[in-house]
């Protein structure tokens, strides 16, 4: 089945630590997203790739990293540099003309 | 500034009845409009789009109404069924360059009662 898959589904991490979320697509798509939700606020994009070995920052960058090594995968880095990093995590591909974008089931990391 | 607002963070609606969600832009420079449903512990799933160059949508019991002058866009969910009960995300998509990004809104809990 095509589809986007995030690991881990809940991770735990000490303060300055840093962190590695993994997200995997198998659709082909070539544009990958990782947003950030908070309760109560709406979904807030880090970072997006629109081909391999490319990426853009989004509007909370800050803290974070990725790479795009392959177009099946885009991982994300939360560093120790993040001031609040606990949150739910999502990562998502797009293929439609209106950037309809296809959801992983996201991580939730919580910072010790 | 959020760009993307949904000002009403829950709605209560009967089964059977009409659930009408509203989401509010400033952008004028977003021409799609979509609508995502999301459970808990899930990623959202897409509903329903609209271009800006159309006033209406309709997918089943989903019809998705845009008002450009007055920056305005419902989801409309009729009859509404207990199952419905999730968050809805509003999101508008604009290009920035070559890529195109979807801005979010804050999310509306509808609750649908048996």
């Known amino acids: 089945d095509g589809g986007i898959t995030q690991s881990p589904k809940y991770l735990f991490r000490k303060e300055g630590q840093n962190v590695t979320l993994s997200c995997e697509q198998n659709?082909?798509?070539?544009?990958m997203y990782w947003y950030r939700q908070d309760p109560g606020q709406g979904l807030r994009l880090i970072y997006y790739?629109?081909?391999?070995?490319?990426?853009q920052k989004g509007d909370i960058a800050e803290g974070y990293s990725v790479s795009r090594e392959k177009k099946e995968s885009f991982p994300l880095t939360v560093t120790s540099a993040q001031k609040n990093p606990t949150a739910f995590y999502l990562c998502?591909?797009?293929?439609?003309?209106?950037?309809?974008?296809?959801f992983g089931e996201g991580s939730r990391l919580t910072v010790l | 500034d959020q760009q993307v607002k949904q000002n009403s963070p829950s709605l209560s609606v009967q089964e059977g009845r009409i659930s009408i969600l509203n989401c509010d832009y400033t952008?004028?420079?977003?021409?799609?409009f979509l609508w995502y449903k999301k459970y808990p512990a899930e990623g959202p799933t897409f509903l329903i789009s609209?271009?800006?160059?159309?006033d209406k949508n309709e997918d089943g019991r989903f019809t998705v109404f845009l008002n450009k002058s007055a920056k305005h866009l419902s989801l409309h969910i009729v009859p509404s069924q207990p199952g419905d009960s999730a968050v809805y995300f509003c999101?508008?998509?604009?290009?920035?360059?070559?890529?195109?990004?979807?801005?979010f809104g804050s999310g509306t809990q509808l609750t649908v009662l048996p």
């Open positions: 659709l082909n798509h070539d544009a």
């Open positions: 998502a591909s797009s293929l439609g003309t209106a950037g309809e974008l296809f």
């Open positions: 999101a508008a998509s604009s290009l920035s360059g070559s890529a195109r990004q979807l801005t």
């Open positions: 609209i271009s800006s160059i159309k």
């Open positions: 790739s629109q081909i391999v070995n490319d990426f």
């Open positions: 952008n004028s420079m977003f021409d799609y």
